[in-house]
């Protein structure tokens, strides 16, 4: 079954994110993953230049690349029911185990070892991919609520407190720098 992993790989776009929410703009793990590479790379950015960091921020963008991947085999378990209790997070966190090794078995075996290094992140960079997929989730929220949709205001706030209870200053820099212009049209952005 080797050399199925790229074509598989190429299936996110149809794992829906949010799957108990109404949504107005709908999201696929594939976009989110582009998301949260992007976000966890500023992440580990600014945790070099302005908090005296060394991680290694390509790293940091792969393994936010490849952080929902599991979810091709398992889908996209709503946050409420992963996180409801411990015994149903912990058999999850089994799952997602087993269908990350599900997915590197179907690489060749001399590519293996590049790609176990994307699925299993250290702890520092794993906590920069953890802030930039709530980051992520936060920015959903927040384009949610700009279209009218109500539906998630409770999600924004649970989310925005989440995020600060990380304790993570290049998180919370970027929350009082840089998430505000999340709230801004294309004109106020300064694009024309």
Aim: glycine share 4%; proline share 3%.
């Amino acid at each position: 079954m080797a050399n199925e992993f790229y074509a598989l790989l190429s299936r996110m776009r149809y794992i829906s994110r949010w799957g108990l929410m109404r949504n107005s703009f709908p999201e696929n793990i594939q976009e989110h993953s582009h998301q949260v590479a992007i976000l966890a790379h500023a992440l580990a950015v600014l945790r070099n230049e302005y908090f005296g960091g060394q991680v290694d921020t390509g790293a940091v963008a792969v393994a936010a690349l490849y952080h929902d991947a599991s979810e091709i085999l398992t889908g996209d378990m709503p946050t409420p029911i992963k996180y409801d209790n411990p015994a149903i997070q912990s058999a999850y966190q089994q799952v997602e185990a087993v269908a990350e090794q599900k997915l590197l078995s179907m690489l060749p075996e001399e590519l293996r070892g590049a790609y176990e290094s994307a699925f299993t992140a250290s702890e520092d960079e794993e906590k920069l991919v953890k802030a930039a997929d709530k980051l992520s989730a936060l920015r959903q929220c927040i384009e949610e609520r700009k279209a009218g949709n109500r539906e998630f205001l409770s999600a924004e706030e649970q989310t925005r407190r989440a995020i600060e209870e990380m304790h993570l200053p290049e998180a919370d820099w970027f929350m009082e720098h840089c998430l505000g212009a999340f709230e801004k049209n294309l004109d106020e952005l300064g694009t024309m």
